[in-house]
């Protein structure tokens, strides 16, 4: 499964009224043809679809507390 090139992402950032602008967030993915034959193969148009995609999100807070989530999913587009 991991033999495919892995491809860093940027993904695109919340836009907040009244907010000072966001860092950027990345993800790692791993582009999956098979996943865009088979959208294919029941009439969705995929382009590019990337399964697994993963995200490491981390927060330190002022105070020292530190937290990670693990993210798992999957992108396709379509255009």
């Known amino acids: 499964m991991f033999d ?9 950032r919340e836009v907040r009224l009244g907010a000072a602008p966001q860092r950027a967030h990345h993800a790692l993915g791993f ?3 098979a996943a ?5 193969d029941h009439g969705i ?3 590019t679809c990337y399964l ?3 995200r ?3 927060r330190i807070t002022p105070s020292g507390d530190a937290s990670i989530a693990f993210w ?3 992108r396709c587009s379509f255009f």
């Open 4 to 12: 495919r090139p892995v491809t860093m992402i940027e993904l695109p």
């Open 31 to 33: 582009r999956s043809q």
């Open 36 to 40: 865009e034959s088979w959208l294919r």
């Open 45 to 47: 148009g995929a382009k």
């Open 52 to 54: 697994p995609m993963l």
């Open 56 to 58: 490491l999100p981390a």
């Open 72 to 74: 798992l999913y999957a």
